[in-house]
């Protein structure tokens, strides 16, 4: 969480580390700020909000500087205000620093530097980092660097200058920065996105390394100077555009027909799958236990992804939540496979679980759609999910891709491992094929979501069921909304409701019931009946075949038809657009929703 640019080079560091932020936005946007040396004095500028107040505070301010370093914040310790905000100066006002992660001996710290009589303004744990550089500094801010270092303990990235000398200090540990190299001009950032315009050459940092840039730049690790490998990124890089949408999230729910479309033509050969990168037959018939993990939306896509293991592949999958997993006893060995699925390639405890696996000799598959990133990197395999830039906080057609290349995964699993026949495969890469047309007719039915959003928009609670699958796709539907609209909303297995949670049902209270499963309508008819009889408003997301439910809803959706494992990404489709909808009925910013970032980046 939060993002850090750091520049020293040619150009006006104001301007190349404003215009690096504005790329990172994604990774918080709680605060923002800058310091920058001019003509050797600290100049530092913060502010609450989103960038365009610190773009505000800074319009008329021109800073001939070549040297600063910048921040965007996601708050993890002290509230989202003007003094919390990075950089954060030493209380001799020598020090300048910005922090990405967590000092978890903040507090230690901090009494130890109370008493030496450092005093501090902010609630925040990064200023220890200024002051005990302070404290340590002579005449050498990297030796200051390097004793404050072994100090601290957590995850951060750091960027630092001083008054004293005109020198950029880095050091990444845990989380991510990467290292730009221009032609007389250096440029650090957490993501490529905001280096990209500058260089193509780049280092990805490893733990503990610290850089240290004057006229060039060295790395040090453990005190020593090391080299690092400079590699060549491969993006080109358009700003974002709506492209006449309200929102990006409304544009990205539009582009899930051409994602699915772009992974048809890089995963499919006419009617066979293939992964290019993945792992052999051999492999395969190695592996007894499959394990998916990962947070949030896409933790919700594989869960869904689970079940077509377990029916093609005939193989238990334990999916779980991965920051439960990563302190769970979990058996990993060297035949378990572990899929880590994650859109940004950066969610700290989907990054854990991967290393943690790594020890116990596991093998891992990385699922992501940012290419570069460290979960990317790291995984012994990596499947691209091709979504391209999800900008909107909410996942839409990240999550959607995830499920259809986790399923392809499962579906090329299960033929390697025997279990499926290539005529079976065959017949659902042909339904296959037909998705981003189905897609097409469900976004053209939208007018009947936005007019339940209009009902449910000043509603306090909602609950969401579904059995089976549906139950997989209730759950992300409900994050959905939640993280939109700020209406609380949870999932139930549709038989669980009356084991309590019923108690809830008043009149008027909304249901969003989602039936696909032709076995299942008469099991979700009793459901939906039971909780009309409490007064519910029911919305039903059903099929031709399980349109009964219809009869006994206030209002339904019918989806197009396919196949079982392929209705998850139709029925999405549906909740996305309710959320959106209601998000935006509500006058909400739908992109940038309150608390939360695009990427999570802290445990
Ligand atoms: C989804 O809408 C979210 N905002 C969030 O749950 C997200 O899916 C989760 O944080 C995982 O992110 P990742 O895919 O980048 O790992």
């Not at 539009?254 to 499919?268: A, C, F, G, H, L």
């Not at 940004?344 to 992501?368: F, M, P, Q, W």
């Not at 196949?563 to 006058?587: C, H, M, R, W």
């Amino acid at each position: 969480m939060c993002g850090i640019v750091c520049y020293m080079g040619k150009r006006n560091a104001k301007e190349i580390i404003l215009e690096g932020l504005k790329s990172l936005e994604y990774r918080g946007y709680d605060s923002s700020g800058i310091s920058v040396l001019v003509n050797g004095k600290l100049k530092t500028y913060k502010k609450a909000g989103k960038l365009d107040e610190l773009n505000f505070l800074l319009k008329n301010k021109k800073l001939n500087s070549n040297i600063g370093i910048g921040h965007i914040r996601w708050a993890t310790h002290g509230k989202a205000d003007d003094i919390n905000a990075h950089p954060h100066v030493s209380y001799d006002g020598r020090i300048s620093v910005v922090h990405n992660g967590i000092i978890e001996n903040y507090s230690e710290l901090k009494k130890f530097l109370k008493e030496k009589g450092f005093e501090f303004k902010s609630s925040t744990d990064t200023e220890v980092v200024s002051n005990l550089i302070s404290y340590f500094y002579k005449d050498d801010l990297l030796d200051a660097v390097f004793k404050s270092v072994e100090l601290l303990k957590g995850s951060f990235a750091l960027g630092i200058i001083s008054n004293d000398e005109n020198r950029l200090i880095a050091v990444r540990n845990e989380s991510p920065l990467i290292l730009g190299i221009g032609e007389n001009e250096f440029i650090l950032s957490s993501d490529v996105s905001s280096i990209a315009h500058l260089t193509k050459n780049v280092i990805y940092l490893k733990n503990m390394d610290i850089v240290d840039i004057k006229k060039n730049y060295s790395i040090y690790n453990n005190r020593k100077k090391v080299e690092r490998e400079i590699e060549r990124i491969d993006i080109e890089l358009s700003s974002p555009s709506k492209e006449g949408y309200d929102f990006f999230m409304q544009k990205e729910i539009y582009e899930q027909p051409d994602v699915i479309r772009k992974n048809i033509k890089s995963y499919i050969n006419n009617f066979s799958i293939d992964l290019k990168n993945s792992f052999s037959k051999d492999e395969i018939k190695n592996f007894n236990k499959i394990y998916i993990v990962a947070c949030g939306s896409a933790y919700n896509a594989g869960v869904v992804s689970s079940y077509v293991f377990e029916k093609y592949a005939k193989i238990p999958v334990i999916c779980d939540i991965a920051s439960e997993f990563r302190y769970k006893i979990n058996f990993l060995d060297e035949k378990s496979l572990v899929i880590l699925i994650s859109q940004s390639g950066e969610t700290a405890d989907t990054l854990a679980v991967l290393r943690n696996a790594k020890k116990y000799n596991a093998k891992t598959l990385a699922i992501v759609n940012v290419y570069g990133s460290s979960i990317a990197r790291e995984a012994d395999k990596t499947l691209f999910i091709n979504a391209g830039n999800e900008i909107a906080v909410a996942s839409t057609k990240a999550y959607s891709a995830q499920i259809l290349i986790t399923e392809l995964f499962a579906l090329d699993f299960a033929y390697k491992f025997g279990k499926i026949e290539k005529k079976e495969i065959e017949n659902i890469l042909k339904e296959l094929k037909s998705i981003p047309e189905k897609i097409e007719i469900i976004l053209n039915k939208k007018s009947i979501i936005e007019d339940f959003s209009n009902i449910i928009k000043n509603k306090n609670h909602i609950f969401y069921l579904g059995r089976g699958l549906d139950y997989f796709s209730a759950k992300e539907g409900a994050l959905k909304l939640k993280e939109i609209s700020y209406i609380h909303a949870e999932s139930f297995p549709a038989g669980e409701l009356k084991h309590g949670t019923i108690a809830l049902i008043e009149k008027d209270t909304p249901i969003v019931a989602i039936s696909t499963d032709e076995k299942l309508t008469d099991k979700m008819v009793s459901n939906v009946e039971e909780v009309s009889a409490r007064g519910a408003f029911v919305f039903s997301i059903c099929t031709e075949k399980s349109k009964k439910i219809e009869e006994v809803s206030n209002m339904s959706f019918v989806l197009p038809k396919t196949i079982d494992i392929f209705y998850p990404i139709f029925s999405v489709i549906v909740e996305q657009l309710l959320a959106y909808y209601t998000s935006k009925n509500k006058g909400l910013d739908v992109d940038k929703p309150r608390n939360l970032a695009k990427s999570v980046t802290v445990e």
